[in-house]
């Protein structure tokens, strides 16, 4: 439904597809990986079309804290007001997802950056994709598994992360 992970603060979220509009609004410290794929290639001839995205709109809007790995399109309007936290993207240029295919679905005035994922970023990708492909694996749907090993295996030259311009210091307390 809309507003999947709504302000999550902890935990690990696995979607094997989809995700309808405004998922992980508010994300507050969980990890959250979407697995769902480019079902064929992009084609923003006529605008961002949401019906077409693995994530329908609005996507890590006002996002603190946390960290999400996107297989697919992460759909149009992602990062509105976002302040912390990271999102790593898969680029798939075979299929049009490139960089500048990326920074059309950010959200008019995002305050966000698109950069190449550091060391540290690689092992983050490499542990929430291998919890995801673990989880395939234990509910034996091996074939994804296998394709998920291959995106792990290509993440230094397939991610991208999409962090804010700022990273705001949020204290652990307000008391």
Request: negative net charge; contains cysteine; proline residues 4%.
């Amino acid at each position: 439904g809309k507003g999947f992970a709504y302000g999550a603060q902890g935990g690990s979220f696995l979607v094997q597809g989809d995700a309808d509009s405004r998922a992980c609004i508010r994300l507050s410290g969980a990890d959250v990986v979407f697995g769902g794929r480019l079902a064929g290639p992009v084609d923003d001839s006529c605008g961002v079309n949401p019906g077409r995205a693995n994530l329908k709109g609005f996507a890590f809007e006002y996002m603190t804290a946390g960290r999400a790995a996107v297989l697919g399109d992460p759909g149009p309007w992602i990062c509105s007001g976002m302040t912390g936290g990271v999102v790593y993207c898969r680029l798939d240029e075979e299929l049009g997802l490139d960089r500048e295919v990326l920074r059309r679905r950010l959200a008019r005035g995002a305050g966000v950056e698109i950069r190449h994922p550091d060391e540290g970023d690689l092992a983050t990708i490499d542990e929430l994709l291998t919890g995801y492909h673990r989880e395939l694996l234990r509910s034996h749907q091996d074939e994804e598994a296998d394709w998920v090993a291959e995106v792990i295996a290509g993440s230094r030259d397939t991610f991208v992360k999409i962090v804010p311009e700022k990273q705001t210091v949020m204290p652990k307390s307000t008391e």
